[in-house]
């Protein structure tokens, strides 16, 4: 397959994934010719090797229009491959030189039983892989199995916990090949493709980097914070964010429970220097005791840190009767519990922190899971009425609530004396 790259046009982006490798991956925005690459090795593949198999996979395809069979039959005729080379494109399959086969597929309609269907295929190319769920990976991965067998992915990141990003990025499986691709690396790249990138650019700047520049979505179309996070970014008060050591540092909590089925447990740490909050770290996690969220804290150096709880912070378990207020206490921390907002509490903090963005600085790199979830909080709707219901109860409310509850209690510290440090008290919290 050496010389792929001098017989057809291929960008040299991609031309790391021209080698045999067991996993390829191409990532990247809209416009990048990621699904035209895998299209055209797909053809490649076959004129190549006689007898070639490959199954192109979408999660959900609910019929051919959601698969890339057009897209495949292009390359068909632009390469001028066509019956006479072995080529017959049929209503649902291509045949290919050798009786090989191109089929395509979703893997939602299959089950570890029918999976078994694709064993003896060589290729295996899934487009839209942002949308693979765990458990299809799971399933396709054994079943392309044969020696010198290849599974493809093309994606457009939608967030870092989807199953195709991890394996790609954390996971790195032997012999996995990924490149990185944008609209820059197009060679077929023109004017309208151009103007219609530069609309979005200016219409939809919250979905901009997302749509053409193939980052995480972290803003959902419609969420509270949408333009604000926007600013963020744009205005250079998203990046690196040092504390003042001279101010009090406060963590900010939205409480959950233990278990597998309880609320997820949010804190940020921020301080308020001024006119600015300075929001310095976050931190997530579900099911887990008080003493693995204090142990945390103590991780990170914010001992001396001020907790701040919402109003049932000093309720007592019902378990254990006792409440995180006393708990954090015996603990050696400092603790403010802020009394209950009443009726519109979550509307109230909503619009406080929308006023209070443009005072915001962020630490991009220790923050971004909280950040995943504050472009995500958004409202339930009344389509048909255009009405707000309010907040959607989801996995980003919790950090949302959190975030709020730091600027619900917001206030220029500039007349207040320092609080002076305490002396580290132990118990069975910090062990």
Known sequence: MADLAAKFKIAPVFQPLLAPARYKGASGGRGSGKSHFFAGLVVQHCMAE??????????????????SKRLIELKLQKYRAGQGDGFHV???????PGDGAIIFTGMQAHNAESIKSLEGFKRAWVDEAQALSQTSLDLLRPTIRVDGSELWFSWNPTRRTDPVDVMFREQKPTGAVHVTASWRTNFWWNKTLEQERLDCFGGQPDQYGHIYEGEYARIVSGAYYAQALTQLKASGRLGRVAADPLMTKRAFWDLGGTGAKADHTVIWIAQFVGREIRVLDYYEAQGQDLGTHVRWLRSRGYDDALMVLPHDGA???????????????????DVQVVPNQGRGAASNRIEVTRRLFPRIWMNEETC??????????????????????????????????????????????????????QPERRSWLSM
């Open 368 to 421: 971004s899971g909280g950040l995943d979830a504050l472009g995500a909080y958004h409202a339930q709707r009344d389509e048909q009425r255009l009405v707000d219901l309010g907040p959607v109860h989801d996995w980003a409310s919790h950090a949302a609530d959190a975030f709020g509850l730091m600027c619900v209690t917001y206030e220029e510290p500039s007349n207040k004396r320092m609080r002076p440090e």
């Open 90 to 96: 049929y209503d649902d399959r291509i045949s290919t």
């Open 50 to 67: 006689k007898g070639m198999t490959v199954v192109c996979i979408r999660e959900v395809q609910k019929t051919l229009k959601d698969s």
């Open 315 to 333: 309720n007592h378990d019902k378990v254990f009767a006792v409440s995180y207020q006393s708990a954090l206490e015996h603990a050696g921390f």
